[in-house]
C-alpha cells in the first residue's frame, strides 16, 4: 500500500502541538497544596488539523488542566495518585461537577443537563484505584455519598435506586465485563434482561429534565409505604415529614421528578478496546459517553509521593454548589433530592456565539468523517454537540456564567476524545476489509503522548510481529502521521528509538 492509501484515513489526524505555559490551579494556600510537594503534569495542548481547522483558535489551551474551579478538582484527584493519572482525573473531576451542581443549576442557553456518562480506561496496577477513591470523597465533602453507586444489577435496582434518591451515581469498576457481557448476549440472541438495564439507565439519563413515569406494580407499592409514612407523620404531628410524604405520593402519580443518574465506570484496554465498534459507538449507553485512556501502561512512581488531604475550602466549595446555601436540601429523610428552583446559568453573547459554531463545524466534520471513516462516525460526531454542551455548562456552575473560555476548553477537549474514539471504532470496524488503515488507526491511539512508543511495545499491544509491524509504521511515516525520534529514557545502556504522532 502507497502512502496515498493513507490519505482519506488521515483527514483530521494530522497532530503536532500548540506551544503553551503549563497552569497551575490558584484555589489553594501554599500551606494547603503546595506547587513543591506536587508538581503539575506537562501541557497536553489540542492537535492541530490543517485539513479541519477548528471554528475558533485553540492555542494556548491544556487539555489537561479544565479552567475554574473542576481544574482545582482535577489537581486534587491527580494528588491522590502514586503513578500519573491525569487524565483520569480530569474526566473524573467533571463528572464530579457535574453531580454535585446538577440538581441545583439549570443551563438556560440549551437546556442540557449535568449528568455524564464517562468511561475511564487504564492498564490493571496502574492507579484507576486511587482515581475512584478520590471521586468518591469528592461526593462525601459535598455530601450526597449516600446516592453513590457501585454497580449496575438490574433494571429494578436501578428504578429503586432513583426512588430512594433523586440521583444515582454511579462509579463502577471494571465495567468493561459489564459491557463485554452485554455484547456476548445480544450476539447469541439473548439479550432481553441486558437490553432492559441498558433501556433503564437511557431513560433514566435521559430524563433528568422531565419526569420519569414508573410502573402500575411499583406505583401501587409505593403507594402502600408512603401513605403508611403519612398517616405516621399525621399522628406525630412532624410537618416536615408530612410535606415529605405528601411529596412523594404525588411523585409516584406523577411520576420521578427530574431523576439524575450518571455513570463513571472503569476499565483497562484489553476488555474495553475490543467492543468499541460501531454497533456499540452508535448505542445511547456508549455512544453518548467521554472515553478517555491512559496510553502509558507502566507509568513511573512520583518520587516521594503521600496523598494531600482534601483543602478544606476545596471542600467548603464542593458543599456550596450543592446546597448553596439551603442545607434543607438534605431533608430528616436523609434523600439526596433538590425540589427548589434552581439556579440559572447564563451564557455570554461571545460564548453562545461560539456554541452556534461548534454545531456547524460538527455538521461539516460528519460529512467530511462520513465519506473516510464510515457512518458509525457520523452518529458519534452528532452526538458531540451534547458533550461540548454539558462539559462547557459543567465548567460554568461554580461560576454560574458560562463563557468563551469554557466552550473553547469544552469544545478541544471533546474533539480530541471524539477523534480517539473514531479511530478505535475505525480499527475494530476495517480489521479485515482494510487491515492496514486499521493497524494504522491503532497505532495512533497506542502512542502515548508524552513517552512515545516503541515498535516492540505496539507489537505487543496489538498482538503482531515487530516485523510484520514494521512496513505499516514506514508508510506511516511517509504519510506523515508518526515520525521516528530518540527517546526520553536509557533501556539497558541505551536510548531507544520511539515512534510519536506526527
Request: glycine share 8%.
Amino acid at each position: 500500500m502507497s502512502a496515498d492509501d493513507f490519505a482519506d484515513f488521515e483527514a483530521g489526524y494530522n497532530g503536532a502541538k500548540f506551544g503553551q505555559a503549563p497552569q497551575v490551579a490558584q484555589a489553594y494556600s501554599q500551606d494547603e497544596f503546595s506547587a513543591e510537594d506536587f508538581a503539575p503534569p506537562a501541557p497536553e495542548a489540542p492537535e492541530s488539523n490543517d485539513r479541519f481547522p477548528p471554528p475558533f483558535p485553540l492555542d494556548g489551551l491544556d487539555l489537561l488542566t479544565p479552567p475554574g474551579f473542576v481544574g482545582d478538582v482535577a489537581a486534587w484527584i491527580d494528588s491522590q495518585c502514586r503513578y500519573p493519572r491525569r487524565r483520569l482525573a480530569v474526566a473524573s473531576a467533571i463528572s464530579a461537577i457535574g453531580n454535585i451542581g446538577g440538581l441545583r443549576h439549570e443551563d438556560l442557553r440549551d437546556g442540557v443537563t449535568a449528568n455524564m456518562l464517562a468511561f475511564c480506561v487504564a492498564a490493571s496496577a496502574t492507579g484507576k484505584e486511587a482515581v475512584m477513591q478520590a471521586l468518591t470523597d469528592l461526593h462525601i465533602a459535598a455530601g450526597v455519598h449516600y446516592a453513590l453507586q457501585g454497580g449496575i444489577k438490574s433494571e429494578q435496582e436501578i428504578m429503586r435506586n432513583l426512588i430512594e434518591h433523586q440521583s444515582a451515581y454511579y462509579i463502577i469498576d471494571e465495567i468493561g465485563i459489564f459491557l463485554i457481557k452485554v455484547r456476548n448476549a445480544q450476539k447469541r440472541g439473548g439479550a432481553a434482561y441486558l437490553e432492559s438495564v441498558f433501556g433503564a439507565i437511557m431513560s433514566g439519563y435521559s430524563k433528568a429534565n422531565s419526569r420519569m413515569l414508573l410502573q402500575g406494580d411499583t406505583k401501587r407499592d409505593l403507594r402502600k409505604m408512603f401513605g403508611g409514612m403519612l398517616a405516621k407523620a399525621e399522628d406525630d404531628g412532624r410537618d416536615d415529614l408530612i410535606a415529605r410524604a405528601q411529596r412523594m405520593l404525588k411523585m409516584v402519580d406523577e411520576g420521578l421528578d427530574r431523576p439524575f443518574l450518571s455513570v463513571v465506570g472503569f476499565t483497562t484496554p484489553g476488555t474495553f478496546d475490543q467492543i468499541m465498534d460501531g454497533e456499540t459507538a452508535t448505542q445511547g449507553f456508549v455512544g453518548r459517553a467521554i472515553i478517555v485512556a491512559e496510553t502509558d501502561n507502566n507509568p513511573e512512581e512520583r518520587e516521594n509521593f503521600r496523598k494531600r488531604p482534601m483543602p478544606e475550602n476545596l471542600a467548603m466549595r464542593l458543599a456550596q454548589i450543592f446546597h448553596g446555601g439551603n442545607f434543607d436540601m438534605m431533608n430528616s429523610g436523609g434523600r439526596v433530592e433538590y425540589s427548589g428552583d434552581r439556579e440559572p446559568v447564563k451564557t455570554d453573547d461571545d460564548a453562545s456565539d461560539m456554541l452556534r459554531k461548534v454545531s456547524k463545524w460538527l455538521h461539516a466534520y460528519a460529512e467530511e468523517m462520513g465519506e473516510n471513516t464510515g457512518e458509525a462516525s457520523v452518529a458519534m460526531i452528532r452526538r458531540a454537540y451534547e458533550l461540548v454542551a454539558k462539559i462547557s455548562f459543567i465548567l460554568a456552575i461554580p461560576t454560574a456564567q458560562r463563557t468563551a473560555e469554557h466552550v473553547r476548553w469544552a469544545f478541544a477537549y471533546v474533539r480530541a476524545e471524539l477523534d480517539a474514539k473514531i479511530k478505535l471504532v475505525f480499527a475494530n470496524d476495517n480489521s479485515k476489509d482494510r487491515p492496514e488503515e486499521a493497524i494504522a488507526a491503532r497505532v495512533i491511539n497506542y502512542i502515548d503522548p508524552d513517552k512515545g512508543a516503541s515498535t516492540k511495545v505496539l507489537a505487543n499491544r496489538m498482538r503482531m510481529k515487530p516485523e510484520a509491524l514494521e512496513p505499516i509504521l514506514n508508510k506511516m511515516v511517509s504519510a506523515g502521521m508518526i515520525r521516528r525520534e530518540a527517546g526520553k529514557k536509557a533501556w539497558k545502556g541505551k536510548i531507544p528509538d520511539v515512534w510519536v504522532v506526527a
